[in-house]
């Protein structure tokens, strides 16, 4: 199981980025997956999920209606488009399969003026 997250970079406040995941190693499209985010100091935290069909999502309060999750089960690839970044939103990403408790290596966002 492989998942490499890319994307992340330093955006300014109310600036957006496109995060994305790419899974192998395992058939993607019959799991469900995650994004986590771990700030400094900080726990790491659920940010958004989506079922394996991309039929469902769900998500942390702190995002919502700025966040959306989506996955291109074809590409094997889960994305996480993030809008009307803030500070708060500065950290670490990372990409997790729940079922199968893998994490990827991480990406870091850093929204900063």
């Known amino acids: 199981v492989q998942l490499v997250e890319s994307g992340g970079g330093l955006v300014q406040p109310g600036g957006s980025l496109r995060l994305s995941c790419a899974a192998s190693?395992?058939?993607?499209?019959?799991?469900?997956m995650s994004w986590y985010r771990q700030a400094p100091g900080k726990e790491r935290e659920l940010v958004a999920g989506i079922s394996n069909s991309g039929g469902s999502t769900n998500y942390a309060d702190s995002v919502k209606g700025r966040f959306t999750i989506s996955r291109d089960n074809a590409k094997n690839t889960v994305y996480l488009q993030m809008n009307s970044l803030n500070a708060e939103d500065t950290a670490v990403y990372y990409c997790?399969?729940?079922?199968?408790?893998?994490w990827g290596q991480g990406t870091q966002a850093t929204v900063s003026s």
């Open positions: 190693g395992f058939t993607f499209r019959l799991y469900a």
């Open positions: 997790f399969c729940p079922f199968l408790s893998s």
